[in-house]
């Protein structure tokens, strides 16, 4: 965990019950995300700066973009730790790095997360370099995996609608960060996952989306082990997504 002598890094063991199982057997890629936000959120609550903090101000923590990198996920019954800390920041943005251990201490894989600070009201940026906390407990802890790619708007892919629903939003009244990759992930089917795993995983955040709203859900799948995606509203990418395959040991 964190203690008041370090609040650099932070820990929290979980176990992993069926019940949270992809039918692979395995922590599914959504679960992690919401572990990721779950973790940095308990950091930020160990300095003070946690939403109940921030939102007296009329502010919250947004997350921007996500790499995540794994060589092996954690199985059903297996305990799992994931470690945060911050690598760096400036006015717009903390990069905040996570290590995933197995029950052994073993590291399974990284990941690179990007966040800002908005105004509820404006839903503009705050300059987040007043925050000095943040300054004060950037880590040298190493993450090694490489940050992420540009992610570029597809130019030749194909689409399929979907209309976001109540199930969607979360108490923002904006689309969900999990659902997104839920949705995205949704796009292929049983066989392949059955085949393959997400080695790489990139997303980037770019606008919210509303319930009601009708997106393209954008595939580039021309190359069999990197697919691109995006969320596109009225034209406009809201998210941006990039898949790298790798394919299963029997």
Same mark, same amino acid.
């Given at each position: 965990? !964190?203690?008041?002598?370090? *609040?650099?890094?932070?820990?929290? %063991?979980?176990?992993? #019950? #069926?019940?949270? !199982?992809?039918?692979?057997?395995?922590?599914? *890629?959504? *679960?992690?995300? %919401?572990?990721? @936000?779950?973790?940095? %959120?308990?950091? #930020?609550?160990?300095?003070?700066?946690?939403? #109940?903090? *921030? @939102?007296?101000?009329?502010?919250?923590?947004?997350?921007?973009?996500? %790499?995540?990198e794994l060589d092996h996920y954690p199985k059903v019954n297996e305990n799992y730790t994931l470690t945060t800390w911050i690598e760096d920041y400036n006015r717009h943005f903390s990069q905040r790095n996570m290590r995933l251990d197995d029950g052994n201490g073993n590291p399974l894989g990284y990941v690179r997360t990007i966040w800002m600070v908005i105004d509820m009201k404006t839903r503009a940026s705050v300059d987040i370099s007043q925050l000095d906390y943040i300054g004060k407990n950037v880590s040298d802890l190493p993450c090694p995996i490489e940050p992420m790619s540009r992610l570029r708007p597809i130019e030749d892919g194909h689409a399929v609608d979907y209309v976001f629903g109540y199930m969607d939003c979360d108490f923002n009244r904006h689309v969900n960060t999990v659902r997104y990759l839920s949705h995205l992930m949704n796009i292929f089917d049983m066989d392949c996952y059955d085949h393959f795993f997400i080695r790489r995983m990139e997303i980037s955040f770019i606008k919210e989306t509303r319930y009601g709203e009708t997106a393209q859900l954008v595939i580039d799948d021309a190359d069999a082990m990197i697919t691109n995606m995006s969320v596109t509203v009225d034209g406009n990418d809201h998210v941006r997504a990039r898949f790298h395959w790798q394919e299963r040991q029997p």
């Open positions: 965990m !964190c203690s008041d002598k370090n *609040l650099k890094q932070f820990s929290k %063991t979980y176990y992993l #019950a #069926a019940g949270e !199982c992809n039918p692979q057997g395995e922590m599914p *890629l959504t *679960l992690l995300m %919401t572990r990721i @936000i779950e973790v940095a %959120t308990f950091h #930020a609550n160990a300095w003070g700066a946690g939403y #109940a903090r *921030l @939102i007296q101000d009329n502010q919250v923590w947004v997350l921007s973009r996500v %790499t995540i």
